[in-house]
T-cell receptor, first 112, second 111 residues
Framework: ETGVTQSPTHLIKTRGQQVTLRCSSQSGHNTVSWYQQALGQGPQFIFQ???????GRGNFPPRFSGLQFPNYSSELNVNALELDDSALYLC???????????FGSGTRLTVV | RKEVEQDPGPFNVPEGATVAFNCTYS??????FFWYRQDCRKEPKLLMS???SGNEDGRFTAQLNRASQYISLLIRDSKLSDSATYLCVVNSRNSGYALNFGKGTSLLVTP
């Protein structure tokens, strides 16, 4: 059984650019959620996808968007990057019942 | 006010000590409760779920008080390998089961 994999592991972007982060969910999981973790903070919920539809969103602006594909993998897109977007971005997959979240090792994004 | 509040920490304790972490949550509709552990620059990993009746896993004991909206984690006989950040997490069906994390409490166990 493969776990959650994220790519890339590290990324440096310039303010104003756009970025796409990728996540492959754990086998058998149909729900993917994304979290942003700034230094010294707990992860903050960005949004969640269930069967290719967004079914929950945290307090993030529209320039944070996502997709989920038929194989349940997912992308997080961030447009017009700002310095405060520098963080660890975590993807978690689950079976959608509220238990059993598995996190990927994250993508560390630095915006300069 | 954040939905999930934790002890500010950090906690520095000697090996063998008992340490307790506390957490409060504001959403009375919260349904599931967890403690996650996060090592430096790594992803969070589930330590244990927390049930109303309280539950124990080896040296770790978790308690939930729904009336007070309070969650606790007790670690007995601390080991050096327990050094990490402990995250209190809640979720609810009406938020699509999205995980709501506290800020985390840092624990350093010293020889």
């Amino acid at each position: 059984e493969t776990g959650v994999t994220q790519s890339p592991t590290h990324l440096i972007k310039t303010r104003g650019q756009q970025v796409t982060l990728r996540c492959s969910s754990q086998s058998g999981h149909n729900t993917v959620s994304w979290y942003q973790q700034a230094l010294g903070q707990g992860p903050q919920f960005i949004f969640q996808y269930y069967r290719e539809e967004e079914n929950g969103r945290g307090n993030f602006p529209p320039r944070f968007s996502g997709l989920q594909f038929p194989n349940y993998s997912s992308e997080l897109n961030v447009n017009a990057l700002e310095l405060d977007d520098s963080a660890l971005y975590l993807c978690a997959s689950s079976s959608g019942s509220g238990e059993g979240y598995t996190f990927g090792s994250g993508t560390r994004l630095t915006v300069v | 006010r954040k939905e999930v509040e934790q002890d500010p920490g950090p906690f520095n304790v000697p090996e063998g000590a008992t340490v307790a972490f506390n957490c409060t949550y504001s959403n009375s509709a919260s349904q599931s409760f967890f403690w996650y552990r996060q090592d430096c620059r790594k992803e969070p990993k589930l330590l244990m779920s927390v049930y109303s009746s309280g539950n124990e896993d080896g040296r770790f004991t978790a308690q939930l008080n729904r009336a007070s909206q309070y969650i606790s984690l007790l670690i007995r006989d601390s080991k050096l390998s327990d050094s990490a950040t402990y995250l209190c997490v809640v979720n609810s069906r009406n938020s699509g089961y999205a995980l709501n994390f506290g800020k985390g409490t840092s624990l350093l166990v010293t020889p």
